[in-house]
């Protein structure tokens, strides 16, 4: 069948180097792609939120599954388009409705679902422009550090994690008075702050059965010894060492299993994946966030980990037939380090010319933010490159990416130097 993948990072490019071993992917097209999807597949140069452009290239190229890779699209509403057209809603669309995708699209909407269900989760309360004074109030009766979250989307950005009232005040203030985060911020959720190490979970669901994938951990923060400001990510792992047995039974009892029955309850069309941002405090975990997409760079450490034919789990989704299938995930550690520019996450500069990415052995190169110009290879992003490698245990696996990671190069590279610093 002929396939198309929405998105342009990292997380694109691996579902795109997964897909195309699949004997039942014909034609793989991805929108818009960058430099390393267009070496594996047909990059489309199409707006992720133009749905009528993307109908008209659907109809045109004889697509038959439709892989949306990040947020943006889903929280507006490409599966209700889709499933709304009677030219388009025969086509498998992996991903949930905008319904469903509210769990991700509003802090505020998440949290109240989380409390519906009796989901574990930290205690919060959400505040507007309207009532400043009461979240300066709600704050006093906190302890630091303070936790300030951008109700609606914000690029993986639109949280703070204060240790000082007066600064947590003002930036409230800048939040919801001077829109800091732009609309995403209108609404400003405060919650208590958990200390735990916190880690993800990935499940995949066709909105009744559901799958749980390998687990992953992430480094967010620019700086080593998670310091500075949060970015889309540095690096990640898989497994979570600290995720044994008895914890992941937990996971399923009091978190994926209430949320898939929430979601049956609550009517939303669900054919895709459930990322839970967890904490685990006092061997108990905590959902911090829901996402309702694959997170970048976990997907990079997850699916090379994934045996199993993805567009076949793809089928299974959309057909609501999840129970049916086995996942074979190999035992190996997987372990990725982002190579992002110089100055990110604030201003950096792009068209730099990235040398090395042929000389790579043992690691899969994944892109993120690049493009080709003039035949060069070039950054086009603020994470540009993510290197993974697989290994008996994530050292081993990180040793490896880290050897790799010195022979690429392009002005103003950075890396993390520490991922996995604190297993």
């Not at 039942?24 to 707006?47: E, F, K, M, R, S």
């Not at 009232?165 to 208590?192: C, D, H, P, R, Y």
């Not at 700086?223 to 914890?247: H, K, Q, R, W, Y």
Request: proline share 4%; net charge negative; hydrophobic share 40%.
């Amino acid at each position: 069948m002929n396939i198309l993948i929405l998105g342009s990072g990292g997380r694109e490019h691996a579902f795109a180097h997964k897909m195309v071993q699949s004997k039942q992917c014909d034609h793989l097209y991805v929108a818009p792609g960058n430099a390393g999807t267009q070496a594996i597949a047909i990059n489309v140069p199409l707006n992720l939120n133009d749905f009528a452009g993307i109908k008209k290239f659907v109809l045109e190229h004889s697509i038959k599954m439709l892989v949306v890779g990040p947020e943006d699209p889903l929280v507006n509403g490409i599966y209700d388009f889709f499933n709304e057209d009677k030219e388009l809603n025969h086509i498998a669309v992996i991903g949930p409705s905008k319904k469903a995708a509210m769990l991700e699209g509003s802090k505020d909407f998440a949290k109240q679902f989380m409390q519906k269900y009796d989901i574990p989760t930290a205690a919060y309360q959400s505040f507007t422009a309207e009532t400043l004074d009461a979240g300066k109030a709600f704050l006093d009766k906190l302890k630091a550090p303070y936790v300030l979250k951008a109700d609606g989307l914000a690029a993986g950005k639109g949280v703070l994690i204060l240790n000082d009232l007066a600064e947590a005040k003002a930036e409230l203030t800048q939040m919801l008075t001077n829109k800091k985060f732009g609309a995403a911020s209108e609404t400003v959720v405060i919650e208590e702050f958990l200390n735990g190490l916190e880690m993800s979970v990935f499940v995949i669901t066709d909105g009744k059965n559901y799958k749980i994938l390998p687990t992953a951990k992430d480094y967010k923060r620019i700086g080593e010894g998670d310091t500075g400001l949060n970015t889309g990510g540095m690096g990640a792992i898989s497994p979570v060492p600290f995720v044994d047995e008895a914890l992941m039974k937990k996971i399923e009892e009091k978190v994926i299993k209430p949320t898939i029955q929430g979601i049956q309850a609550e009517a939303m069309q669900y054919n895709g994946f459930v990322f839970l941002g967890l904490i685990n405090v006092g061997n108990e975990p905590y959902v911090i966030e829901y996402n309702v997409r694959m997170g970048d760079p976990e997907t990079e450490v997850v699916l090379p980990r994934l045996k199993s034919d993805l567009v076949e789990l793809f089928k299974h989704t959309a057909n609501q037939s999840l129970d049916e299938v086995e996942l074979e995930i190999d035992s190996n550690a997987a372990a990725t380090v982002m190579l992002v520019s110089g100055g990110y996450p604030e201003a950096y500069e792009k068209g730099k010319v990235i040398r090395g990415v042929e000389t790579i052995e043992s690691s899969i190169v994944f892109h993120a933010g690049t493009a080709l110009k003039n035949n060069e290879l070039v950054t086009n992003g603020g994470r540009v490159i993510a290197v993974t490698s697989m290994a008996e245990d994530f050292k081993k696996a990180l040793a490896t990416s880290y050897q790799n990671v010195e022979r690429i190069s392009f002005e103003g590279k950075y890396i993390r130097k520490d991922i996995g610093f604190d297993l």
